[in-house]
């Protein structure tokens, strides 16, 4: 009888103990984009896989345009509206639960040099969105926003052009830097003035 009951907690031992390294979390929730006078609500969707959060938030045309043009009149923002309706804008971000810098050599197989050439260079091949009508278009540019070890993740813009004004999206990242295979973001949602 003793023996029987070794055997069943040696067994329940392994099966709460069973790798998961590749547990995958999906959650949703909010991001708020805020300047002087407008604020603006858009989904901002995290997976976590093996370590690694990854965030991907659909940052808002007006928003973008208002950023660096704060003195324009409402009329020239909504003629660059006009002008840029059909791009997208992602924001994607990379943060290891511990903090860890994620551009080393453990998570890349990459030296560090490397690794940083291909967020700034490289990147925007593994990123496509599928619209509702169910195109693929691929990203046109992705900028690199480089923080010199300063913040614990890190972050980049993805462009994405001809994306109809009222399409529902998926993002979708083949991810060859960390190699945690295909991850899918479903923005159901486009993003809100407040």
């Not at 997976?47 to 324009?72: C, G, M, R, S």
């Not at 691929?138 to 399409?167: H, I």
């Amino acid at each position: 009888m003793k023996k029987l009951a070794y055997i069943l907690f040696a067994i329940l031992a392994v099966i709460s103990c069973k790798n998961t390294s590749h547990e995958r979390v999906v959650t949703e929730d909010y991001k708020f984009f805020n300047l002087a006078v407008d604020g603006w609500k858009s989904k901002q969707i995290n997976q976590y896989i093996n370590t690694i959060n990854y965030t991907a938030t659909e940052v808002p045309l007006h928003y973008y345009i208002l950023k660096d043009n704060q003195n324009f009149e409402p009329k020239a923002v909504d003629s660059l509206y006009k002008l840029h309706k059909n791009e997208r804008i992602v924001e994607i971000e990379f943060h290891h639960d511990e903090e860890k810098d994620l551009l080393e050599k453990e998570f890349t197989n990459l030296p560090y040099e490397k690794a940083v050439e291909y967020m700034s260079f490289k990147l925007e091949k593994d990123f496509q969105v599928i619209t509702s009508s169910r195109d693929t278009i691929t990203c046109s540019g992705v900028l690199f926003e480089r923080n010199f070890k300063v913040a614990p993740f890190k972050r980049a813009l993805l462009y994405f052009g001809n994306v109809p004004e009222n399409e529902e999206i998926q993002l979708l990242y083949n991810d060859q830097l960390f190699g945690n295979g295909i991850i899918k973001f479903n923005f159901k949602s486009k993003p809100l003035k407040l």
